[in-house]
């Protein structure tokens, strides 16, 4: 097997052509890791050890039941933030009736109006754009 060295730059290396090397672009990389990590299953009880309260471990939250990786917006969904109730669960449907009361902070779609998916569907954009997803939700 040939040595994969991660760069952040597009630009050709030299390298002995004793020792092949295969060069892999950053954003590909991160790409290859969503790709398999999205296999990862995550039940709601699991999920919920991801709800900011141990800081060594990251922050999930889920959409459509998609698990995101919101560790980097820590100052929105960790302990104090704003979003602390969605951290460690699944937030569809307060994210579709932009609610934060805990009875919303459920996957469940049941009843929401045309305007309520696609608020959520809005949502969903923004997380993907934002975060990357570490799994799904087992059913």
Known sequence: MYPLKITNSQSPHTHSPNKPLRTLHL??????????SESMAFTLQQLKQYDGSD???????????????????????????SYCMFAGKDASR?????????EDVIG???GLSE????????????????????????D
């Not at 954003?27 to 398999?36: C, D, G, K, N, V």
């Not at 305007?115 to 087992?138: C, N, R």
């Open 55 to 81: 800081p060594s471990k990251p922050i999930y939250v889920a959409v459509k039941s998609r698990v995101f990786d919101v560790t980097a917006g820590k100052s929105f969904y960790g302990p104090s933030g």
């Open 27 to 36: 954003s590909s990389y991160y790409r290859l890791i969503a790709l398999f």
């Open 108 to 110: 469940s779609l049941d």
């Open 115 to 138: 305007k309520e998916i696609q608020t959520l569907d809005d949502w969903e954009k923004k997380f993907e754009a934002k975060y990357p997803v570490v799994g799904s939700l087992a």
């Open 94 to 102: 307060a994210l579709a009736k932009m609610s934060k009361n805990d």
